[in-house]
Structures are given as C-alpha cells and as structure tokens.
C-alpha cells in the first residue's frame, strides 16, 4: 500500500521537538564530542508545515566518519530507506515521541546541505512559503511523489544567492 503523508503547522509540535532535539544533542555531544550538531526540517523552522518528525544533522571530518557511524548505529536504527555512502547515513528512531531522524554527514560534502537549507528557509519567507505550498499540494498524497517535488524545490533552493552566500 501506497505510503501517504500529512503535514500540521509546526507549533504544534515546537514544544515536543524542541525538547527532544535538546535531549539527543546532549547525548549525541557525549557520544561524538568532535560533531557539530544542528536541528534541521521543518520542526528548526518556526512558521512552517511539518510531518512532525524532528531531524539532527551531526557534521563530522572525513576521518572520524566511520568510527561515528559504528557508535551511532548502536544506539539508533539504520535508515534503509535512505542512501548512504562513505561520507553520509541516515539512522532514524520511529519509537520516539516526536520520530526521530539523524543525518551523519562528513563537513563539506555533498550532504552536508541539512543545516544551510534550514537555515535559508528559516531566514527567508518566501522560500520558506513556496515550500509549503508544496507541502499543501501534497498533503494526503503520495509521500513519493512529495519527495520527488521536494527534491525539485531543493535543487533550486540550492542555485539562489541566499543559500550560496551561507
């Protein structure tokens, strides 16, 4: 059966993120102290549409890439549905409260794009509003065919000034 997805105003969710984005930064400081750690999606934007699932970019150096990788995936799932290669992985945790995703992403590689795409949604409204038009569009359908207009929306997000400038 075909996967649907649904989108709620994110501060419905604002509290419930916020406090387990801070709860797994702790953690994932104490396991990976050399990792930059950001609160990315939708829940990091104030104002937007949200599946309500919090995500964490955790930034390391090409060299500690894989002994991060072997700490973190004992305390988290491996993300199947994700690529991965040996500057990215995706873990994730269905069980929490909000769900749980961490994106481990090697400083400057091609993924490492988590954090500036969030950080220009969060500064600049009308992008943040062409997303989440996206989002209505979508809502209740495919979540499929939403990741495909999502990867669209992304890759031209990425050719503007503003995320260029970050």
């Given at each position: 059966?075909?996967e ?21 930064k702790?953690?994932l ?89 969030t ?10 509003q ?7 569009e979508?809502?209740?359908?495919s ?14 997000l ?9």
């Open positions: 059966m075909e649907k997805v649904y989108f709620q105003a994110e501060h419905i969710f604002r509290e419930a993120a916020e406090t387990l984005f801070l709860e797994e702790a953690k400081q104490s396991l990976l102290p050399h990792a930059e750690i950001h609160h990315v999606g939708s829940t990091a934007i104030p104002g937007s549409l949200t599946k309500g699932d919090v995500d964490i970019q955790v930034i390391v150096n090409q060299e500690d890439f894989n002994s991060s990788k072997e700490i973190l995936v004992k305390y988290y799932d491996v993300n199947a549905g994700s690529v991965s290669d040996v500057t990215f992985i995706s873990f994730k945790d269905d069980d929490r409260n909000p769900p749980l995703g961490i994106q481990l992403t090697v400083r400057n590689s091609s993924l490492d794009i988590f954090w500036k795409i950080s220009v949604l969060r500064e600049n409204e009308n992008l943040r062409q997303y989440d038009q996206i989002k209505q979508f809502n209740g359908r979540m499929e065919e939403y990741r495909e207009a999502k990867e669209r929306f992304f890759i031209n990425m050719k503007t000034k503003e995320y260029k400038n970050k």
